[in-house]
């Protein structure tokens, strides 16, 4: 090997070893060199998740759940909701019933 290509690979060799030490000092590295902090990130993450989750489909549900209720002629529709209000009316009822102290 000639001097210019034992330089240049010198050189390359520098130019990684800076970019190694940037990578370990970022930090997501710092992150998962720690089990504990890893641990904490990630429960935080998943309860980030499940929330956007549930709250997503709810928003869905509900806008999906008004937008029928909007056609009146659909007779199937018309029906299955009359019966679900009316087990929603139940249900309610039941619990009010059950929450209710004698005087």
Do not use: C, Y
Not at 76 to 91: P, T
């Amino acid at each position: 090997m000639n001097d210019q290509t034992d330089k240049e690979t010198l050189e390359a060799l520098r130019h990684l070893t800076r970019e190694v030490e940037k990578l370990n000092s970022h930090r997501f590295i710092a992150v998962q060199n720690s089990t504990l902090r890893l641990i904490l990130f990630q429960f935080g993450r998943g309860l980030a998740f499940g929330l956007g989750s549930v709250l997503g489909a709810t928003f869905l549900v509900s806008i999906l759940a008004w937008w029928l209720s909007q056609f009146e002629f659909l007779p199937i529709i018309g029906d299955w909701a009359a019966q679900l209000a009316d087990e929603f009316e139940r249900a309610v009822g039941s619990q009010e019933s059950v929450n209710q102290t004698p005087e």
